[in-house]
């Protein structure tokens, strides 16, 4: 069975940086579009970032300059590099393979001084 496993979150303060990691079990990336999704309770689950199988990339309004998102198809493995954290970056992240049932269990980022 097909698994994403996230890891990398933790707490940080406001400015610092985070480098989230999605390992895959499975060769997705070179077939899918993977991306980065966070949620805080009570809202909806978010798009910060996406890259396609070419590694063309989009990101979400909030995150543009400060986040970027790479993949290592050897390694099938997605990252997330979080740059200038700011306490609205707070949230569970999830990695996701596009137009599949695929998501992983979360890691918590916490962005509080």
């Known amino acids: 069975q097909l698994q994403l496993v996230e890891s990398g979150g933790g707490l940080v303060q406001p400015g610092g940086s985070l480098r989230l990691s999605c390992a895959a079990s499975?060769?997705?990336?070179?077939?899918?579009?993977m991306g980065w999704y966070r949620q805080v309770p009570g809202k909806q689950r978010d798009m910060v970032a996406r890259?396609?199988?070419?590694?063309?990339?989009t990101y979400a309004d909030s995150v543009k300059g400060r986040f970027t998102i790479s993949k290592d198809n050897a390694k099938n493995t997605l990252y997330l590099q979080m740059n200038s954290l700011k306490p609205e970056d707070t949230a569970v992240y999830y990695c996701?393979?596009?137009?599949?049932?695929?998501w992983g269990q979360g890691t918590q980022v916490t962005v509080s001084s």
């Open positions: 890259i396609t199988k070419l590694a063309t990339t």
């Open positions: 996701h393979a596009a137009d599949t049932p695929y």
């Open positions: 499975a060769d997705l990336f070179k077939v899918y579009t």
